[in-house]
């Protein structure tokens, strides 16, 4: 931790703000479903759902375990709250700066969850086949890979058929850390 500011980190990080939660509670409870498990829906309080701990730590130059995306994200939510509150309770538009507010916000939810971190790694899986299916797709450079291959490996039993087939049917799986989410994000 920063010995200049010695202040508690986040670690509980909300992927939906708090506030934003709270309009779709019924006496303070949202209902819960979760979809990647086979536990029944249940209701729990605005405040502990759609929290996933660390979700926006990242390791700085200055520390570990930083939540300085969490707090710019908190500062968003804190601005944007006024606005989504007299848009719901007033139905006043947003204009001039407050319509800016609202336009971070919006785009702050749709790129700070999960959805869209599933969404910026399969971009990066799907360009990578792309451009391997498009470097192989030129038989010079698939036959000049083979020898490669088969300086490297005298031994195999792979046919160039079968190099082939393992290209054409390869399914490529990335790994992004999270401050290369956070970074494109």
């Known amino acids: 931790m920063n010995m200049q500011n010695p202040r508690k980190r986040s670690k509980r990080q909300h992927i939906v703000p708090q506030f934003y939660l709270q ?3 019924c006496e303070g409870k949202v209902w819960v479903i979760d979809f990647h498990s086979e ?3 249940y209701r729990t309080n605005a405040a502990n759902a759609l929290c996933i701990s660390d979700f926006y730590t ?7 375990q930083d939540d300085m995306i969490e707090r710019c ?7 944007a709250k006024p606005i989504v509150e007299r848009l719901l309770k007033d ?13 971070v916000f919006l ?7 999960p959805h869209a971190r599933q969404v910026e790694l399969e971009l990066y899986e799907g360009m990578i086949k792309a451009f391997s299916d498009l470097y192989f797709a030129d038989d010079t450079v698939f036959d000049r890979e083979w020898q490669r291959f088969v300086a490297k490996d005298p031994e195999t ?27 494109s994000f």
């Open 107 to 113: 785009a702050a939810l749709f790129l700070r969850g």
């Open 23 to 25: 309009h779709f509670a």
């Open 91 to 103: 139905m006043v538009i947003p204009e001039g700066r407050d319509k800016e507010t609202l336009a």
């Open 73 to 79: 994200l908190s500062k968003i939510e804190g601005a």
């Open 58 to 64: 990242v390791s700085t130059k200055t520390e570990e």
């Open 39 to 41: 536990q029944a829906p």
């Open 157 to 183: 039993t792979l046919t160039k058929e079968d190099f082939r087939m393992i290209l054409d049917e390869s399914v490529v799986k990335g790994f992004m850390t999270r401050e290369s989410y956070i970074a």
